[in-house]
């Protein structure tokens, strides 16, 4: 199933053969263990000669269904239907014979997300367990709903640099490695002890207070805990009572709900002041934290 090692090509080289030209986004110089390009395309059946790739690849489906035969190296066949936002893992190395049959009318849509094996051995390596060379299996056309959603936030998070877009990522990321282990590898779970003191976690909530209108990195305040990224996020969870970016979140609307009441700000400079560069995505989050809006919530 898999071409010699020296071959191999990159997730770009990949998306070229796919059709689409990759572009240098802030994306990737932000998250370089990323790669994601959105497949577009309206004819009806092709046929791709797809070289291995360097780094494991997820395609999700967001548009028109499609069946999908893959002829691997080995001369195996591989046959499914991708519904939408139906998912395929394609483990590095893995080449062959794509065909690509559309099934109904509408265009076709796919998004492409790479990921950098030795980020996925790093983070098995420090919560989940160790990931053998080749552990990762291919599957095509599988029906998991919460990867997918996953997968399709990370791409659309990837596509602009908007505050708390790095802490997404980083989050996002985490959760796809860690159902990449779970349900489609042969990682050996393990478990890792977590001796964060009450002082610590109180210094780390204060640097959230002081900072939360930045674009506050998860991996800085997991550096502070002296834990890998995923491994804060429980921990932080397990401690405060909800994730560190809801928590941030919170921070941010109380701060907001104080200046609305002490202060005649307007609103524009009240989602400035509390990190968002867009008034409608903070009134939109202001008001599922409040059930008001901004404005209702000054009048009130």
Request: hydrophobic share 40%.
């Amino acid at each position: 199933m898999s071409s010699r090692t020296d071959s191999l090509i990159s997730p770009c080289e990949v998306t070229r053969v796919l059709g689409e030209s990759p572009k240098d986004t802030w994306a990737r110089r932000a998250f370089p263990h990323l790669q994601a390009a959105l497949l577009t395309g309206g004819v009806s059946y092709e046929t791709y000669d797809i070289p291995g790739c360097s780094w494991p690849y997820f395609v999700v489906n967001t548009g028109a269904a499609y069946e999908i035969r893959l002829e691997t190296q080995d001369s195996r066949q591989h046959v499914c239907r991708m519904g939408h936002h139906h998912v395929h893992l394609v483990p590095p190395g893995t080449s062959g014979t794509l065909t690509l049959r559309k099934l109904e009318s509408g265009a076709l849509e796919r998004i492409f997300l790479a990921m950098d094996p030795a980020w996925i051995g790093r983070f098995a390596d420090n919560h989940a367990g160790e990931v053998k060379p080749g552990s990762l299996r291919l599957f095509l056309g599988r029906d998991d709903k919460m990867l997918a959603t996953a997968l399709v936030a990370l791409y659309r998070a990837l596509q602009e640099p908007q505050p708390m877009n790095s802490l997404f990522v980083d989050s996002a990321v985490q959760f796809i490695a860690a159902a990449i282990l779970r349900d489609y590898s042969e990682a050996v779970a393990r478990r890792i002890p977590h001796p964060v003191s009450l002082q610590r976690m109180e210094r780390i909530k204060e640097l959230i207070h002081q900072s939360f209108a930045q674009d506050i990195q998860l991996s800085d305040l997991a550096d502070e805990a002296g834990l890998s990224p995923f491994h804060f996020s429980r921990v932080f969870k397990e401690t405060v009572g909800m994730p560190p970016r809801q928590y941030i979140i919170k921070q941010r609307m109380d701060e907001a709900c104080r200046l609305l009441k002490e202060s005649t700000y307007a609103i524009a400079a009240i989602a400035a002041m509390v990190g968002y560069e867009s008034v409608s995505h903070f009134s939109s989050l202001f008001k599922r934290h409040t059930g008001m809006s901004p404005a209702g919530f000054r009048r009130s």
